[in-house]
């Protein structure tokens, strides 16, 4: 496995990180595992101030972490401040209500059957595997909720980010947090698999593909170790019949390209009544012929490389694939030739179910326009997918947006928006988009024990 940084404007390798050793591996355990049992005892108010500390280092260095996530990956350097500004929010958010959440949960009782509250306590080190579409706010929203509850936290992370990496290391190092709370390591599937099986790891988390999710999940389930998933998404984008047709216009292409399309929650199926069809493709087509590519320091690049050159060979291949099983290419439809890893914004429409791409996750620019005749057409065309992580619908009644919404099998749906992330709403999918959640309280629970303390009406009888 070897961790480097190549920048995907340039197609030039910047640094290659070293391996850790498993002897590194193995002090790292042994120093969060002392930090676990040290924070059993220490107030929750400790770590808020110094999750207080963290979130204004995030501040203080944003433009320095910026450009680190745009040399790792491409994104442009906007999207990367803003990236840097989301992980204070989400690190702030955890600092100020984290107390607040890991409160002692009374359980209401029957009469005469006692008492019965539950506390919630850290369970030990939690081993995260994150991916490289968002380098800082994915290891950010596993470590703000588990510093406040007491899990110190080991990386893996993607090995075409190491930058990013090793900056959010040290930059809780300078913010002061004790050593042990967070540790990168750039080490290999095979070290990821034994820190998961360590007695001291209790949780895994992982956000990825439904390949590196099964794989590592594997390893949790065979250790008996708690898991969540965050994996891919074919996200649906509904334009109701009643919908906003000036805000869908504004939203549409964003929702797509942002990131260069590479979100998970990115709006990858846009799904349109027969009526609004035609007018819908040429508006997207128009907003995505003017697109900037170029230099994704420079404030006038509208549309980043994809983050390598893998990444460019697969959405060729998928994009290949589409128009080889009867798709048609609206726009684009190619890699752009030169040193970077751009391809061009295309639009495929035509995308039969036997299509073998109706049911793939295109990570890039990629748009899929459906025409469907009714609502019902609309939901069932939705749920037609393998992946259930978000969604779109557009409505001029929120009530009817709502009424479909929860008509779709999937995790999250945004109403008369793009896909969001805050700090506050939790984030995750059903079906192969993985299980369990992210952000909000939901993903302060996530490995947390919530032990209960109960006691009997009668404490001298079992009954
Ligand atoms: P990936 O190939 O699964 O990699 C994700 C992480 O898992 C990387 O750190 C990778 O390391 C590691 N990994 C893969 N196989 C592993 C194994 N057997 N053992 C240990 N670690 C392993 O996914 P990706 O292509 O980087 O990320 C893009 C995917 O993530 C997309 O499908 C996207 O939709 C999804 N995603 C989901 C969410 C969400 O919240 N649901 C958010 C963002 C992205 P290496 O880099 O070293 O291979």
């Given amino acids: 496995m070897t961790y480097q940084t190549t920048y995907p404007y340039t197609g030039k390798t910047l640094k290659t990180f070293p391996n850790n050793s498993d002897t590194e591996v193995s002090q790292t355990l042994s120093l969060a595992h002392t930090l676990y049992q040290k924070w059993r005892t220490q107030p929750i108010s400790t770590r808020k101030a110094q999750l207080l500390k963290v979130a204004a280092a995030l501040r203080k260095h944003r433009d320095e972490l910026a450009k680190t996530i745009t040399y790792d990956m491409g994104k442009l350097f906007c999207e990367s401040q803003g990236e840097v500004d989301l992980c204070a929010m989400i690190a702030e958010y955890y600092a100020n209500h984290g107390e607040e959440m890991l409160q002692p949960v009374d359980l209401p009782m029957p009469a005469g059957q006692g008492t019965a509250h539950y506390i919630k306590q850290a369970t030990g080190i939690i081993m995260a595997v994150e991916p490289w579409n968002f380098p800082l706010y994915q290891i950010v929203r596993v470590f703000a909720p588990n510093f406040m509850v007491g899990n110190p936290m080991i990386l893996k992370d993607a090995s075409i980010c190491p930058a990013s990496a090793q900056a959010f290391d040290a930059l809780v190092k300078e913010a002061g947090a004790p050593a042990g709370a967070f540790t990168n390591l750039f080490i290999s599937y095979e070290q ?202 557009f409505s001029s009644d929120p009530d009817h947006a709502e009424r479909v919404a929860a008509q779709i099998e999937t995790g999250m749906s945004f109403i008369n928006s793009s896909w969001s992330s805050l700090p506050a709403i939790p984030f995750g999918g059903v079906k192969n988009s993985g299980y369990g959640r992210e952000l909000s309280i939901l993903g302060l629970d996530a490995f947390v024990n919530k032990h209960l303390i109960y006691t009997p009406e009668n404490s001298a009888t079992n009954n």
């Fill in 192 to 393: 990821v698999a034994r820190i998961i099986a360590d007695p001291r790891v209790s949780g895994v988390c992982l956000t990825g593909s439904m390949r590196g999710g099964a794989a590592v999940a594997a390893e949790a389930g065979k250790n008996l170790k708690q898991s969540t998933m965050e994996l891919g998404g074919n996200d649906a984008f509904i334009i109701l019949d009643d919908a906003d047709w000036e805000l869908v216009k504004k939203v549409a292409p964003r929702a797509r390209i942002d990131n260069a399309g590479q979100v998970c929650t990115s709006s990858k199926r846009f799904i349109v009544m027969a009526d609004k069809y035609d007018d819908f493709v040429t508006m997207l087509k128009k907003q995505f012929t003017q697109l900037k590519m170029g230099d994704p320091m420079n404030p006038e690049t509208t549309l980043a490389p994809l983050s390598s050159k893998e990444a460019q060979t697969k959405l060729q291949q998928q994009v290949d694939t589409a128009i080889d099983h009867g798709a048609t290419c609206i726009t684009g439809g190619h890699i752009v030739k030169g040193d970077g890893f751009f391809f061009e914004p295309t639009i495929l429409t035509g995308i039969t179910p036997d299509n073998p791409i109706f049911d793939q996750e295109m990570f890039g620019p990629v748009a899929t326009i459906y025409k469907v005749d009714s609502e019902e057409a609309a939901i069932k065309l939705a749920n037609n997918s393998s992946y259930g992580l978000g969604g779109t619908i």
